[in-house]
């Protein structure tokens, strides 16, 4: 018996367009952390760190869009974007000691300036939203 493997498949979007959170796990859940694309239904991810989430969120994202391409769906454009599907760029001021330390960490962790901003951005959205669960939904871009 022979397993049909799923082609990878080229996004019209690539995974940066897509709008994501990230939320802490409980520790009944295992802890860690959980990635999800509101605007790709079914396709989530986790991981022990911040890194291990976007890496296996990358590839959950992957996923999703090969299997979608597969079945011959439709994959949804995203919604947080402008029309060309470029992100929207967000320009913020910081006090020298912070743009240092944001820095530092960065390059520590081996990332980007950005890629680090928008996972602690991500992450304290996430971590805002797990607190009143009773208020409407908001999704990080």
């Known amino acids: 018996m022979s397993v049909k493997k799923i082609k990878p498949a080229t996004p019209p979007y ?8 990230i939320a802490p796990l409980s520790a ?3 802890g860690g952390y959980m ?12 991981g022990e760190t911040m ?26 454009e995203p919604t947080h ?8 760029k967000f320009v913020q ?7 240092a330390s ?3 960490r960065a390059k520590a962790e081996g990332v980007s300036l950005n890629t680090l901003v928008l996972t602690l951005i991500a992450e304290g959205l996430g971590r805002h939203e797990g607190l009143t669960p009773s208020e409407p939904s908001r999704h990080a871009a």
């Open 102 to 104: 944001l820095q530092a």
């Open 93 to 99: 001021r910081l006090p020298r000691s912070l743009h």
């Open 51 to 76: 890194e291990e989430v976007l890496v296996n969120g990358r590839d959950a994202f992957n996923s999703w869009i090969a299997a979608q391409v597969d079945m011959k769906r439709h994959i949804p």
């Open 81 to 88: 974007y402008d029309e060309e599907g470029k992100p929207i």
């Open 14 to 21: 690539p995974f940066e367009a897509y709008g994501h959170v």
């Open 28 to 30: 009944d859940d295992g």
């Open 35 to 46: 990635i999800t694309f509101p605007d790709l239904p079914g396709c989530m991810s986790d």
